[in-house]
Every structure is written in C-alpha cells, then in structure tokens.
C-alpha cells in the first residue's frame, strides 16, 4: 500500500538557518504529494502541493521538489524564522488509486530558537 | 475559506459509553473525513465518507462507526468508548486526488 516516511520527532534550529525535512514515499500509482503545517492549537492546513507540470510549488519562503526518480519531496527554506515552529506532515494522495484518501507521514516538529 | 466546523470541542466521556462527534462543512466537498492524531503516529484515518449515505473504512477503524446524513454532515460514533481512544480527533472535507482536504479545528476526547 501507499506510505510516507518522513522526517519525525523533534527538529530544532536556529533563527536564520536552512530548514530541510525529508520525505520519502511509495506508491503503486503517480501520487501527488502535500505538506500540512499545524501551529499550536490549530488545525492542519495545507502548506503546498506538488503540481503536474513539475514546476516547484513555493508558500511562505517553503519549497519542495518532486523526484520520482527518487521518490522524495523534501520541503526546505533557506532561512529559519521563529514563526516557523509548528508541527509538518508530508502526505501523499494516491492519483491512480482511489485518489481521494490522504497517507500522512508521523509528523516532524520544528522548533526555531532565537 | 473553506469552513469546517466540529462539536464538541472537548469532551469527557467514561468507558463504555457512547460518544458522537460531529462535523459539519459548508464547502460542498463530497469527500469527508474522520482522522486522529497522536504524538508519534501523526493522523491516522478512522472513517471517509465519498457523499450522502456512504462511508468507507479508513486505516484505524476498529471501535469506530461513521454516519454521513448528508452532504454537509459527517459525524464519528464510539459505541463502547476505551481510554484508548483518548486523542485528538480532526475532520475533513475535501474533493481527493490533488485537491487540498480542509481540516476543522478538532475535539479533544478524554475517556476516563
């Protein structure tokens, strides 16, 4: 079946420093991939998605790139800021499938310190 | 915005009794869902629903009921409740494949 295996547990980082959280995935179809950040107290929402076209998706200084070669879309930003701690879940939905469920990786918390 | 709303927000139930939380969208998603979250297991999908009347079991189903009345509610039944299920409970709505699921703002379940 689908699976995500993602960077998890707890991540801290300094102020100013690059963010990277690894996701890898298996998939018997072409999935789409997503990352949702929940900050405290809140629901999950969406951060971004991967497109079709294989253009890079960007939201809030975030990015991420598709591989299908490698199977991974790792989510990065090139600098740390204190309102990025929250909670990521990378997540895939399976396009030849059924396409309508959601397989969510463990979930990674970032904490970013001064 | 898409808007997903759910009652209650926190809830104290005892073992063995019946709980029903309920989840209402006004996005006119076809797709709905129940998912729980634990630390160090994220969410996990309980129950879906694809519209009126049909619901689909998820990864996690054991312990759980589902009951869509209709397109914009969506409720999760525990008939016998265990302090397993203490968690965190989140719905969504959505319409699948590449298209985001809207999350609703969570109940707190505590059963004692």
């Known amino acids: 079946g689908d699976s995500v295996t993602q960077t998890e547990g707890l991540v801290t980082l300094t102020e100013g420093l690059p963010v990277m959280l690894n996701c890898t995935y298996q998939s018997t179809y072409s999935p789409f991939l997503f990352w949702y950040v929940q900050h405290l107290n809140e629901a999950p929402k969406l951060l971004l998605k991967s497109f079709t076209d294989n253009k890079r998706p960007e939201h809030q200084g975030f990015h991420a790139t598709l591989h299908k070669s490698s199977s991974s879309f790792h989510l990065q930003k090139s600098s740390a800021q204190l309102s990025d701690s929250a909670l990521y879940y990378c997540?895939?939905?399976?396009?030849?499938?059924?396409?309508?469920?959601?397989?969510f990786g463990k979930g990674a918390k970032l904490t970013v310190s001064p | 915005e898409a808007a997903v709303t759910q009652s209650p927000r926190n809830k104290v139930a005892v073992t063995g009794g019946k709980v029903t939380l309920s989840c209402n969208q006004t996005?006119?998603?076809?797709?709905m869902y129940w998912y729980r979250q634990d630390t160090g297991h994220g969410l996990r999908l309980i129950h879906y629903?694809?519209?009126?009347?049909?619901?689909e079991k998820g990864d996690i189903p054991d312990g759980y009921k589902a009951s869509r009345p209709s397109q914009e509610n969506f409720s999760l039944i525990l008939e016998l409740a265990t302090p397993s299920q203490t968690s965190v409970y989140f719905c969504?709505?959505?319409?699948?494949?590449?298209?985001?699921?809207?999350f609703g703002p969570g109940t707190r379940l505590l059963v004692l």
């Open positions: 629903s694809y519209g009126a009347g049909s619901t």
């Open positions: 997540a895939l939905s399976d396009e030849g499938g059924t396409g309508s469920k959601l397989s």
């Open positions: 996005n006119n998603h076809n797709n």
């Open positions: 969504a709505s959505g319409t699948g494949g590449q298209d985001t699921q809207y």
